[in-house]
């Protein structure tokens, strides 16, 4: 079954396991029923045991799902969410606002320099860089980020496990230290499958705020990303380049259809500014002018909340705290009726 009919019959909310056993289709269910009432004769019994041992050999393994602490909320704003993610190294490479980045395999000398310059300021600047870890482009920028001390996660098309594409064992590695994180839809061990790789897209523009477009031809796999973006509402951004260099063809169409036209890390950080930017100094004594100055005192969250929604991910870069002491700080504070949860983040109110 897919993740859209399997996300469609969750929110039905089955009773367990009989609702399960009637909403399933056939062969599903004969599966399950098996398994329930003789697990020693079902395969999935080796397969759950299989996936328990692998997550309690290290403390960098997760199974992430929506009410995880970490499970990341742009998610659920996409059509075709994953149901879970197992994910692989650092998870606090999910906390900082996030930018895809894709483009070529095949990518020129100055389409790497420019994937590696933007990654690296992007990094600087406080932001995780996402992408699929393919050769080329997507490659060239993580591990950029990552050197530059900043953070990057690579969603793949296969188990968190598994190397793939093989040439990049070395950002397999790479992404399992700290700053680094894999995440895939798909089990460990699940070997890639071409099938696979239009719906890992989805993650990676899923989990962004935007994404960038280096270089593409004109029927790359990034004007794929490019699109999904679109589908998802997120921003979508595109370099330049000679009408000369195929590799560029691709970008200047996504430009002539929209995309945001980018010289500079600027360009992007501009539009995305209300969503995730660090306020500025004078952004947030606007801010801590407008709350009550006992809360902006003594409350971490509360002097950085405004009328304006604010994503939990800026909350946890900004207040210092942890996802989970922020989260359930945030909780606290809206059982107090002192701040709730709006389109695009959370708001403080007014005091009564």
């Not at 900082?96 to 894709?102: D, E, G």
């Not at 699940?190 to 899923?206: K, L, M, Y």
């Not at 405004?306 to 207040?319: A, E, I, N």
Request: charged fraction near 20%; aromatic fraction near 4%.
């Amino acid at each position: 079954m897919g993740s859209r009919q399997l996300s469609t019959l969750a929110e039905q909310s089955p009773a367990w396991p009989q609702g399960w056993l009637s909403a399933l289709p056939g062969e599903a269910a004969t599966a399950l029923r098996l398994w329930l009432d003789h697990p020693a004769r079902s395969p999935i019994t080796s397969r759950v045991e299989a996936d328990l041992a692998w997550l309690d050999d290290g403390p960098d393994r997760h199974l992430l799902h929506p009410g995880h602490p970490a499970w990341p909320w742009l998610l659920d704003e996409i059509p075709d969410p994953p149901l879970l993610l197992w994910a692989l190294g650092d998870l606090e490479a999910l906390v900082p606002p996030k930018l895809a980045m894709v483009g070529s395999r095949r990518p020129t000398r100055e389409g790497l320099g420019n994937a590696a310059a933007f990654s690296r300021e992007l990094a600087a600047r406080g932001w995780s860089i996402v992408s699929g870890m393919a050769l080329g482009i997507d490659g060239a920028a993580q591990e950029a980020a990552l050197e530059a001390g900043g953070k990057s996660v690579g969603v793949l098309a296969c188990g968190v496990d598994v190397v793939y594409p093989p040439r990049h064992h070395r950002l397999h590695e790479r992404l399992q230290a700290p700053g680094g994180l894999l995440v895939s839809e798909h089990p460990p061990g699940t070997r890639a499958r071409a099938g696979f790789f239009p719906r890992r897209n989805r993650i990676v523009t899923g989990l962004s705020l935007g994404v960038l477009v280096v270089e593409a031809a004109e029927r790359s796999g990034s004007l794929i990303s490019a699109r999904l973006a679109t589908e998802q509402n997120r921003e979508v951004f595109a370099l330049p380049g000679s009408l000369h260099n195929p590799q560029s063809r691709g970008c200047l169409q996504l430009i002539r259809q929209g995309a945001v036209l980018v010289r500079e890390v600027d360009d992007i950080l501009l539009e995305l500014v209300q969503w995730a930017a660090v306020p500025s100094a004078t952004t947030a004594l606007s801010r801590s002018d407008e709350a009550p100055e006992d809360a902006v005192e003594s409350d971490a969250l509360l002097r950085w909340l405004s009328s304006s929604p604010t994503p939990v991910d800026s909350l946890v870069g900004l207040s210092g705290l942890g996802v989970i002491e922020c989260q359930r700080r945030l909780i606290e504070l809206e059982l107090e009726g002192r701040v709730t949860q709006a389109m695009g983040g959370w708001i403080r109110l007014p005091t009564p």
